[in-house]
């Protein structure tokens, strides 16, 4: 018999000589009673055979415990402050981190910036190899958009009239004031789209300004995005919001 063998063999004599003794008229044996004269290895093989699930699961209790006290106390995630989608252009991971954290600098108080950050996401769907790829970025796109996740879009021509028709944008003469508006009303695109009352889709809805030209803006270029024939509107559900008008400034100079 080997050594563990006999360490097994004696662990379960003890407790077996434990549960007896009540059935014999003894008192009950304790733990210093049935690990009488085992070596200390022996006895951690005895806790182990016999007090495995309790140890295991007070581990994992003490482990969720941790976990939450560090989630939700001590490094609760941040809030989405705003949150800004890139589309039809390459950018960088690096360039959109900085991008993001530039703009949570210049957008949100400094008081709040510990709780709450910008998220620049990029939904390029330009893979030309695999359209599978394209095909779930577009529906991750679609998802944010229809729960109103997405505060700001940057995206290009061949995109401006299927968003549109979806419903996505917001119209920017609830955004600018009348005199920005007027300002510059040459970069501001309005147009008309699927009547999203006609189940048809037959006849066209209102015209209104829906997107802003971004040919030549300096601030995105700085961050390596190449704003030739791209648009950039806001989404709908976000025209009421403060922190998309003050991003719109930054980024357009208005």
């Given at each position: 018999?080997?050594?563990?063998?006999?360490?097994?063999?004696?662990?379960?004599?003890?407790?077996?000589?434990?549960?007896?003794?009540?059935?014999?008229?003894?008192?009950?044996?304790?733990?210093?009673?049935?690990?009488?004269?085992?070596?200390?290895?022996?006895?951690?093989?005895?806790?182990?055979?016999?007090?495995?699930?309790?140890?295991?699961?007070?581990?994992?209790?003490?482990?969720?415990?941790?976990?939450?006290?560090?989630?939700?106390?001590?490094?609760?995630?941040?809030?989405?402050?705003?949150?800004?989608?890139?589309?039809?252009?390459?950018?960088?991971?690096?360039?959109?981190?900085?991008?993001?954290?530039?703009?949570?600098?210049?957008?949100?108080?400094?008081?709040?910036?510990?709780?709450?950050?910008?998220?620049?996401?990029?939904?390029?769907?330009?893979?030309?190899?695999?359209?599978?790829?394209?095909?779930?970025?577009?529906?991750?796109?679609?998802?944010?958009?229809?729960?109103?996740?997405?505060?700001?879009?940057?995206?290009?021509?061949?995109?401006?009239?299927?968003?549109?028709?979806?419903?996505?944008y917001a119209d920017l003469g609830a955004v600018f004031d009348?005199?920005?508006?007027?300002?510059?009303?040459?970069?501001?695109?309005?147009?008309?789209?699927?009547?999203?009352?006609?189940?048809?889709?037959?006849?066209?809805?209102?015209?209104?300004?829906?997107?802003?030209?971004?040919?030549?803006?300096?601030?995105?270029?700085?961050?390596?995005?190449?704003?030739?024939?791209?648009?950039?509107?806001?989404?709908?559900?976000?025209?009421?919001?403060?922190?998309?008008?003050?991003?719109?400034?930054?980024?357009?100079?208005?």
């Amino acid at each position: 018999m080997s050594k563990s063998e006999k360490e097994r063999v004696q662990a379960k004599n003890a407790a077996a000589a434990a549960a007896e003794a009540p059935k014999n008229g003894g008192g009950k044996i304790g733990f210093s009673e049935a690990t009488a004269g085992m070596s200390l290895r022996e006895k951690a093989g005895y806790i182990w055979e016999y007090y495995r699930l309790p140890i295991v699961a007070g581990v994992i209790v003490v482990i969720l415990i941790v976990y939450f006290l560090n989630t939700l106390v001590f490094n609760p995630p941040k809030k989405t402050f705003m949150e800004v989608a890139v589309l039809d252009a390459m950018i960088l991971d690096e360039d959109r981190a900085r991008l993001a954290a530039d703009l949570g600098e210049l957008l949100i108080p400094a008081d709040m910036r510990d709780r709450n950050e910008v998220l620049v996401d990029s939904f390029y769907a330009g893979s030309e190899t695999d359209p599978q790829y394209n095909s779930v970025i577009m529906q991750k796109f679609t998802a944010m958009i229809v729960t109103r996740e997405i505060n700001l879009m940057i995206f290009g021509a061949a995109s401006l009239r299927s968003w549109g028709d979806m419903g996505a944008y917001a119209d920017l003469g609830a955004v600018f004031d009348a005199g920005t508006f007027d300002a510059h009303a040459d970069r501001i695109l309005r147009m008309s789209f699927a009547d999203p009352n006609d189940a048809s889709g037959g006849s066209a809805g209102p015209e209104y300004a829906c997107a802003v030209k971004l040919d030549g803006n300096g601030f995105l270029s700085g961050y390596g995005i190449d704003t030739t024939g791209m648009y950039m509107a806001v989404a709908v559900g976000s025209e009421k919001n403060a922190a998309v008008r003050q991003a719109l400034g930054v980024i357009l100079g208005w």
